[in-house]
T-cell receptor, first 113, second 112 residues
Framework: SAVISQKPSRDICQRGTSLTIQCQVDSQVTMMFWYRQQPGQSLTLIATANQGSEATYESGFVIDKFPISRPNLTFSTLTVSNMSPEDSSIYLC??????????FGPGTRLLVL | LAKTTQPISMDSYEGQEVNITCSHNNIATNDYITWYQQFPSQGPRFIIQGYKTKVTNEVASLFIPADRKSSTLSLPRVSLSDTAVYYCLVGEGYTGRRALTFGSGTRLQVQP
């Protein structure tokens, strides 16, 4: 299994600002994913971030709004840009090992005022 | 990706067995069935995965009929700590390269 940590665990931000969320894994993994979970809802995939290539975004999510970095095999960041109250969600990092199913971080709880 | 349908919520009492059934009529030949559990303020946690027949681990059992169009997660003797949302997912198995797609989930409430 993989142990995943995220920073910050929670934050309250003003509209129009940006927040960068960090995801750290305790082992090298090829595939990393970012999900969003709005209050009381299920998880929605934002993008897939593989080391050495640009992130692949799902329908409804764009790079200008959610830029992603993947500098190495144990780390990734997701930035939520020009935030509005509609961006208030839990953002989760997830990884997939070579032979294992997906593991999830604890999430970053974001509130935009 | 195959769409899944599961009950929105279920109630149970401590010590009872809970069975949550998921429908996935359009499951593909290569698809596996995976169940995740999510507690409030935590990320989803893998419970069990199977392809056909029955799979059992220390946490749960997964029953899959021959046509694979549905599956049932069985939690033996639930406790209050089993109160969570349970997600049924259908897609690539262990070696797949696509991210998991989550459905709406089943909110299980266990009462004393």
């Amino acid at each position: 299994s993989a142990v995943i940590s995220q920073k910050p665990s929670r934050d309250i931000c003003q509209r129009g600002t940006s927040l960068t969320i960090q995801c750290q894994v305790d082992s090298q993994v090829t595939m990393m994913f970012w999900y969003r979970q709005q209050p009381g809802q299920s998880l929605t995939l934002i993008a897939t971030a593989n080391q050495g290539s640009e992130a692949t975004y799902e329908s409804g999510f764009v790079i200008d709004k959610f830029p992603i970095s993947r500098p190495n095999l144990t780390f990734s960041t997701l930035t939520v840009s020009n935030m509005s109250p509609e961006d208030s969600s839990i953002y989760l990092c997830s990884v997939r090992g070579n032979q294992e199913t997906q593991y999830f971080g604890p999430g970053t709880r974001l509130l935009v005022l | 990706l195959a769409k899944t349908t599961q009950p929105i919520s279920m109630d149970s009492y401590e010590g009872q067995e809970v069975n949550i059934t998921c429908s996935h009529n359009n499951i593909a030949t290569n698809d596996y069935i995976t169940w995740y559990q999510q507690f409030p303020s935590q990320g989803p946690r893998f419970i069990i995965q199977g392809y056909k027949t029955k799979v059992t681990n220390e946490v749960a059992s997964l029953f899959i009929p021959a046509d694979r169009k549905s599956s049932t997660l069985s939690l033996p003797r639930v406790s209050l700590s089993d109160t969570a949302v349970y997600y049924c997912l259908v897609g690539e198995g262990y070696t797949g390269r696509r991210a998991l797609t989550f459905g709406s989930g089943t909110r299980l409430q266990v009462q004393p």
